[in-house]
DNA sequence: ACCGCCGGGTGCC
DNA sequence: ACCGCCGGGTGCC
């Protein structure tokens, strides 16, 4: 199974079958058991302590061998034989989840008894309980009465409110939730307390949530999460103190003044990881021991950093930073231990880690790890998150705006990245927190707080420290201005609507909406594009909706289009089988997209007879069809610049609003954000004519490009562009348009939060100005149901927190209730 | 006694 | 294991 040469590959085993399916699994019963040969094994328990099953085929005496092993996951001892043989069908085929706790007996030399409980999908239960009928079991009802309850002790919180006083000089450089912030991660680096759930009695150290004990100190991890949908702000200058006290350190103070000086300039949310970097560096020169640090970010922010870190600290000090990327990466880790600071991204990591088995950065223990946008990891499931979790190295450090996404399910990786005992193993993560949450048992939720609130600091732009708000922001408008189409217009809409429509309720009447997914998402993408400008959708509409005799080729051309207007939909399709946005995508011969790895691994495990996740059609490997080029994916309809310009309606409110915005203010910028990058283009035609200024940034530029269109736009200088087109998805989460204080929203996006992280572009701080939003939606048209629907994922995202992430077919099903909503079905 | 009963040896899977 | 189980020793009252 585990073809990674030489690194552990901790859940490989547990996260097929049974796995994607933990969340909606059911209690079927309980039953005790025994535990034998107790004196065989080293592994000790508690009372009420949980213990884990696992099956030993290979055992010589009894191929239905089950071993019990404690949390530790020393060897306790076995299932009795009789029981063995009823549970080890059932474990194998992963009809159930079977869980042990030891309710007693806990001193015990022979045997013990174990309660089991039986957990697994409502559709197994009948065959387990008949597997075990058929050895003389039978499951009792669950037990009643929470043991959670009754082993949930609730932390002391942290005291963060505390304010860390920097030397004087310094101190008045910070704001209050800044040196709140710095308290709290000096502490969380020089702390010695336990982990979270962890006690000492006498001799002993406790974990209150599985029981188990030991004399061996657990490890608290000396770092956190740094949750921040601010995180641009808050550590924000922290540097500064960082770096004074370790100047103070290092130099004695000499140098102090020259660097104060340097450091006056604006300083950027990059200041953080230097500054741990000059910790690396100090730490270096007092003693042995690991003294790189590695700093993993996704590509995007990668020259963020190699910019900061060229800007700071190469001139102030002879910090050696090597940035471990491109083919040419050295291969040595030695050298790259030598280095202060090792930067690199996901992607590499998980490379390295997956194709070398040998990889140079799992060979070196680091003095800190830090994960940039460490959400990044949450799929448990993905290489990258393998990668990750395998670093050595005890400092670590989280970094991300969004750690818990929709679900407690995207927490284990970064906790398990902590290396917080016992939650690196996913089991007794699920069963201390994740199930008790997810069920709503009494104290679970309280529970998962308390481990948040010990490991991370959260903060948010409403976050207030001593009654005032930590940031305090200019005011932030939206208005809706609604747009009415000419009567040209309105007759290519309607025509087009009349036909989308009329074959939607085909598929509806037919049952095929699935098959059709991609036909009906260029439905209302075509109805979409129409609100904008009628030009928007002319090459797209090959309204072929059955495949009928083709050959191959012309199947081939067809998925290609079909999965470019999936990923030109901008509904932020995800991957059925990982739920995540789309990497390397690929589409069946059903039309459904998926990511390349995902696919793969459905039709490697549920060869030879694979079939589509969605649909449950054939599924083979040789007809799959990749995107054929990354970046351009709608440039299909671009090459008609030869035809002569005409506006739209919306174009029109557009430029009445710039003109009018440029006669009141002249140096007032703006953004104009888009979905459609060919609008953008069509746009820039108007602008030109009435002499605007603009700049433009979208996903197909290349970076050098970006960089230099984001500072033209900053720059104030007088002549510097007032207008920047905007592809609504371009750029990452630290994109800075902080010069614009108006923006022009052209299109309604399906997902509300992608509209919400462009405004936070230029409504962050440094921004002066109070922001005004303009949306333009066309009235009695697809736009205004999408508002509707985009009210709705806001409700839900409102109270998202504890409720379970939807499944795949939930998904869909949500899906084609949005398709009824928007084409008024 | 091709039984019962006794008591020693023994012990996971 | 202060058990169960095994198998050898033994055998009226």
Redesign the pocket.
């Known amino acids: 199974r585990n073809t990674y040469l030489g690194l552990e590959d901790f859940s490989v085993s547990d996260t097929s079958g049974t796995e994607e399916d933990t969340d909606s699994a059911v209690l079927y019963g309980t039953l005790r058991g025994s535990v034998?040969?107790?004196?065989?094994?080293t592994g000790i328990v508690n009372n009420n302590e949980m213990v884990a099953l696992q099956r030993?085929p290979s055992?010589?005496?009894?191929k239905?061998?089950?071993k019990v092993n404690n949390v530790n996951g020393d060897q306790v001892?076995?299932?009795?034989?009789?029981l063995?043989?009823a549970l080890a069908g059932i474990m194998d085929n992963k009809l159930a989840l079977i869980e042990g706790v030891v309710p007693y007996g806990a001193k015990?030399?022979?045997?013990m008894p174990v309660q089991m409980s039986f957990w697994g999908r409502e559709e197994n239960k009948e065959a387990v309980l008949d597997q075990l009928k058929r050895h003389g079991f039978k499951l009792a009802p669950p037990l009643k009465g929470n043991e959670f309850d009754k082993l949930f002790e609730d932390l002391k919180e942290d005291d963060k409110t505390c304010e860390l006083e920097g030397a004087e000089a310094v101190a008045t450089l910070l704001l209050p939730h800044q040196k709140q912030a710095l308290a709290w991660m000096v502490s969380r680096e020089n702390s010695n307390d336990l982990p979270p759930f962890w006690e000492e009695r006498s001799n002993f150290y406790y974990n209150t949530l599985t029981n188990f004990a030991e004399k061996q100190r657990p490890k608290n991890v000396i770092g956190g999460i740094l949750a921040d949908d601010m995180g641009l702000v808050i550590l924000t200058e922290l540097v500064l103190v960082f770096v004074w006290f370790c100047l103070v350190f290092l130099l004695g103070g000499g140098g102090v003044k020259k660097f104060r000086k340097d450091f006056q300039r604006t300083i950027s949310f990059f200041n953080f990881y230097f500054a741990l970097n000059i910790q690396s560096v100090e730490t270096k020169y007092s003693g042995d021991g690991p003294s790189a640090t590695l700093i993993v970010c996704p590509l995007s922010v990668l020259s963020n950093w190699i910019d900061q870190f060229e800007q700071h600290i190469h001139q102030n000090f002879h910090v050696n930073i090597y940035v471990y990327y491109g083919s040419d990466r050295s291969r040595d880790p030695s050298f790259l231990s030598e280095q202060d600071i090792v930067l690199t991204t996901y992607n590499i990591l998980a490379t390295d880690y997956g194709m070398r088995g040998d990889s140079p950065l799992h060979k070196v223990t680091w003095l800190r790890i830090v994960l940039d946008e460490g959400h990044t990891i949450r799929n448990p499931n993905a290489q990258q998150t393998k990668a990750a979790l395998n670093l050595d190295g005890h400092r670590r450090w989280v970094l991300t705006g969004t750690p818990i996404q929709n679900s407690v399910k995207d927490l284990w990786s970064l906790i398990s990245f902590l290396k917080l005992k016992p939650f690196t193993d996913r089991e007794w993560w699920h069963r201390t927190i994740q199930r008790p949450v997810t069920m709503g048992a009494p104290g679970g939720l309280g529970r998962l707080q308390s481990l948040i609130r010990s490991i991370t600091l959260r903060r948010t732009k409403k976050s207030k420290i001593k009654g005032k708000p930590v940031l305090e922001l200019p005011e932030r408008k939206v208005l809706i201005q609604h747009i009415t189409l000419t009567e040209e217009e309105r007759q290519i809409y309607q025509s087009v609507k009349k036909e989308g429509k009329a074959a939607i309720s085909r598929f509806f009447s037919e049952g095929t909406v699935l098959a059709h997914y991609a036909d009906i998402l260029g439905v209302l993408l075509r109805l979409r594009q129409l609100c904008c400008h009628p030009r928007l959708c002319i090459n797209t509409s090959s309204s072929s909706f059955s495949a009928g005799d083709k050959t191959p080729e012309e199947v081939h051309e067809m998925l290609v289009n079909k999965m470019k207007l999936v990923l030109s939909s901008g509904s932020d399709e995800e991957c059925a089988v990982c739920l995540e946005s789309l990497t390397v995508p690929v589409i069946t011969r059903c039309a459904h997209v998926f990511c390349r790895p995902c696919i793969f691994e459905v039709i490697r495990s549920e060869q030879p007879n694979a079939k589509c996740p969605l649909c449950r059609s054939e599924l083979r490997a040789e007809h799959l069809v990749e995107c054929p080029l990354e970046g351009e994916i709608d440039s299909s309809n671009e090459k008609k610049s030869d035809q002569e310009w005409i506006s739209s309606s919306k174009i029109n409110a557009l430029m009445h609003a710039l003109i009018e915005l440029r006669r009141d203010d002249p140096t007032a910028k703006c953004l104009v954000v888009s979905q459609f990058t060919t609008f953008l283009s069509l746009i820039e035609n108007p602008l030109k004519e009435s002499g605007f200024a603009f700049t433009r940034l979208d996903g197909s530029m290349a970076q050098k490009k970006r960089v230099e269109a984001i500072q033209c736009f900053q720059s104030s200088q007088a002549g510097s562009p007032t207008v920047m087109l905007l592809s609504l998805k371009a750029g990452g989460v630290g994109l800075n348009l902080t010069a614009a204080s108006r923006v022009f929203l052209m299109d309604p996006a399906w997902n509300p939060a992608a509209e919400d992280q462009c405004f936070d572009r230029c409504h962050r701080l440094g921004q002066k100005h109070s922001v005004v939003i303009t949306k333009f939606i066309v009235k009695d048209s697809v736009e205004e149901n999408m508002l509707k629907i985009q009210k709705k994922k806001r409700e839900l995202a409102a109270g998202a927190f504890a409720t379970k992430k939807p499944s795949a077919s939930e998904i869909k099903q949500t899906k084609i209730n949005e398709i009824k909503a928007l084409i008024d079905l």
């Open positions: 034998v040969g107790l004196r065989y094994y030993e055992n010589p005496y009894d239905n061998a089950v001892g076995h299932i009795k034989k009789e063995a043989a015990n030399a022979f045997t």
